[in-house]
């Protein structure tokens, strides 16, 4: 079996993806008391899974450009858990998840880039 850059790129995507909707729907009570000892807003916490759940359901999509923008936008969100992590001083392996999403991201957006500039 010959593993390319789509295939990589394809398997990290269904991963992001299964395990958001995994913690944001699954495990959501979990969810809701890591906002509630963050002290951290309903609202937020809300706004936090609508993005969270578009953003994954956009690195499913054929295109690439979507992909990238579902990839990105998850980082972006993942960078703000580390934040949050670090100033109420979290214990790391409480951000290892946040972190593993980040460079997950970072790697399918670079590997959705690397896909489109080849395909110019």
Known sequence: MNITMPNILEILSILVFGSILFVWVVRYNNIK?????FNLPKWLRDLVGV?????????????????RIGALGIAVLMVAALLTHLRLK?????????????????????????????SV
């Open 51 to 67: 993005f969270k759940i578009s953003f994954a359901v956009m690195l499913l999509n054929d295109n690439l450009e979507i992909v």
């Open 33 to 37: 008391d890591e906002f509630k000892s």
């Open 90 to 118: 979290s214990p790391a392996p409480r951000m290892l998840p946040s972190f593993s999403l980040l460079c997950l991201c970072s790697y399918i957006a670079y590997l959705c880039s690397q896909l489109l500039f080849t």
